[in-house]
């Protein structure tokens, strides 16, 4: 008799069946971009928001113009603008609540003057000023984040240390499709939906991160179905589609805040302009996709089901390009002034306490300031 013999046959124990610990399919996009306007959900939208919607982006529009052509003229070092982004950048500053905020991305200006912040403030980074240039905490709005996808894990960080303290706080960042491929996406996607934070993350996929289309940054299904993995519900809009995008960050935000943890969004999209003023656009995409995209306007969209069903006459369209204009007028005049600012301002707000080795360069800069102004003053005399 073998030793195996004396002991009894050796019968493993099979290990307990394997399942998914969440069922996935509830998780996943749908196959198609959720769409409002042009469908029968568009009978079942609330007038007045969809005209909101309307004036802000045609207000929205023309920022864009107006922040280009200010770059043209050196008043502004750079703008990446969001014309034909202009559905999901006001969509995403009105689902949010007064108490909520909003994490953007360089790219997000017109979403934070949306949400209130005054248009000359806001371009504050982007003239190339110090610091932020608005309070955050005035309209709940984080500074313009331009290393990316930095905004993400700030966002879940903020809306987790809400849920603990018991305040009634969701957060929405925003970020391009190339910002997915960093490892703060992953970092703040994991961490949020461990913690079922209250955050609500919109990707806008504008078809390309500078010059790298979206087939060379990733080969996902879509940038919806990377939710899945991490636990998430993802959905897919069209982010053309005013109402649509809307309505599902709407779900999302509410769906957050009644503890049901995070969202990914995609919004597809489409980056009309070059990618800032510095970049040449023509040399990685041709004319007659940027033309396919025009045709899909996000204005145009909307402004022909308003005026199908009858909620926007000439008249209307007209007091909503005039209040487009009297912004950019605004604008113009408030940029075309010089700011004034003090160079020492340059270490205010950096630490609390200041290292020791920024004390000596504070030190530095104002006996150089002093010195120049002793010279100035002597030449002058
Ligand atoms: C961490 C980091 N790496 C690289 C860059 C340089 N950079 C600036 S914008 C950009 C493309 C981002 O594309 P996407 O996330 O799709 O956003 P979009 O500009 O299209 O809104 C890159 C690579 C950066 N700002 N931060």
């Known amino acids: 008799m073998t030793v195996m013999e004396q002991r009894g046959a050796y019968r493993p124990t099979p290990p307990p069946a394997w399942r998914p610990r969440t069922d996935p399919a509830p998780l996943l996009p749908d196959a198609e971009p959720y769409r409002v306007l042009g469908t029968e959900a568009a009978a079942k939208a609330d007038p007045e928001l969809l005209r909101r919607l309307y004036a802000e982006l045609v207000k929205g529009r023309r920022y864009n113009a107006q922040?280009?052509?200010?770059?043209?003229?050196?008043?502004?070092?750079?703008?990446?603008?969001?014309?034909?982004?202009?559905?999901?950048?006001?969509?995403?500053?009105?689902?949010l609540k007064e108490q909520d905020w909003l994490f953007p991305s360089y790219r997000d200006t017109l979403a934070v003057v949306a949400r209130g912040v005054d248009p000359v403030e806001a371009l504050t980074l982007l003239r190339g000023d110090w610091h932020t240039g608005y309070d955050p905490y005035e309209h709940r709005v984080a500074p313009l984040c331009t290393p990316l996808a930095t905004q993400l894990p700030h966002a879940v960080g903020l809306a987790h240390a809400a849920r603990l303290k018991g305040d009634d706080v969701v957060a929405l960042a925003m970020v391009g499709d190339g910002g997915t491929s960093e490892g703060d996406f992953h970092e703040a996607l994991n961490f949020a939906a461990v913690w079922q934070a209250p955050v609500v993350f919109l990707v806008q996929n504008n078809g390309?991160?500078?010059s790298v289309p979206l087939a060379k940054q990733t080969a996902a299904?879509?940038?919806?179905?990377?939710?899945?993995?991490?636990?998430?519900?993802?959905?897919?809009?069209?982010?053309?589609?005013?109402?649509?995008?809307?309505?599902?960050?709407?779900?999302?935000?509410?769906?957050?805040?009644?503890?049901?943890?995070p969202t990914l969004v995609e919004a597809i999209t489409y980056r009309v302009d070059a990618h800032t003023n510095a970049d040449d656009a023509t040399r990685y995409r041709g004319d007659a996709e940027v033309e396919t995209w025009r045709a899909h306007d996000p204005i145009q969209l909307l402004e022909r089901e308003l005026t199908a069903r009858g909620m926007l006459d000439e008249a209307a369209i007209e007091a909503a390009r005039q209040d487009a204009e009297t912004l950019a007028?605004?604008?113009?005049?408030?940029?075309n002034q010089d700011p004034v600012l003090d160079p020492?301002?340059?270490?205010?707000?950096?630490?609390?306490?200041?290292?020791?080795?920024?004390?000596?360069?504070?030190?530095?800069?104002?006996?150089?300031?002093?010195?120049?102004?002793?010279?100035?003053?002597?030449?002058?005399?």
Do not use: W
């Not at 969001?82 to 950048?89: F, H, I, L, P, V």
């Not at 636990?231 to 005013?242: I, K």
């Open 221 to 261: 299904p879509s940038l919806a179905h990377k939710a899945v993995g991490y636990g998430m519900p993802g959905r897919l809009v069209d982010g053309n589609d005013a109402a649509a995008v809307h309505e599902v960050l709407a779900d999302a935000v509410r769906h957050a805040r009644e503890g049901g943890g």
């Open 208 to 210: 390309f991160a500078i």
């Open 344 to 381: 020492m301002d340059l270490f205010t707000h950096v630490y609390a306490e200041p290292t020791p080795h920024l004390r000596e360069q504070q030190e530095q800069l104002r006996a150089e300031l002093e010195a120049e102004a002793e010279s100035e003053g002597s030449t002058h005399r």
């Open 67 to 95: 922040a280009t052509a200010l770059t043209k003229q050196g008043r502004l070092a750079v703008y990446p603008s969001t014309t034909g982004q202009e559905a999901c950048e006001v969509a995403a500053a009105l689902v």
């Open 329 to 335: 007028a605004a604008l113009r005049e408030r940029m």
